[in-house]
């Protein structure tokens, strides 16, 4: 999916959350910080948003792992909590983790719906997708725009 994808389903996911009470509700913070999540996967692709401007970090992630591969994962999600969580944050950096998983995880369920799909359950190699619609395409474009709608009404409600 295209940067600006990521950006609106990781905000719409955190928003979402808050709204059903899955997670606890937040201002603009949260979402901006859900939405930065949703770019992080893409941290092995130098040609990404983030990777063109993270290019020290994106390069020898991109030829240590690949695009699309463990950073595409559960494990990568889960590791990257227990990282932050051991670092033991203070209590306002500690709610931000919260959000960026979020965000992390609204990522690859939205490259999930691609034909490449993504490696779920890394190291396993299966990858899970739907090839429900191309990156960039004219479905992207609904299903972002559908989610994003769903999350207004939801919020208004
Ligand atoms: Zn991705």
Known sequence: M????????GASAWVAAGSLGLMPKSG???????ALGALLPDLDHPSSWLGRRLWV????????VGHRGITHSLLAMAAGVALLTALRPAPGLARLIEPLALGYLSHIA?????????PLLWPWRQRF???LCATGGAVEMLVVAACAA?????KMN
Do not use: Q, Y
């Open 28 to 34: 603009a913070e949260g979402a901006v910080i859900a």
């Open 150 to 154: 769903a999350t207004f009404w939801l």
């Open 129 to 131: 997708g739907l090839g």
């Open 2 to 9: 295209m940067v600006v994808s990521h950006v609106v389903l």
């Open 110 to 118: 939205a490259d999930a719906l691609t034909p490449a799909g993504v």
């Open 57 to 64: 970090i994106a390069k020898p992630l991109s030829l240590l």
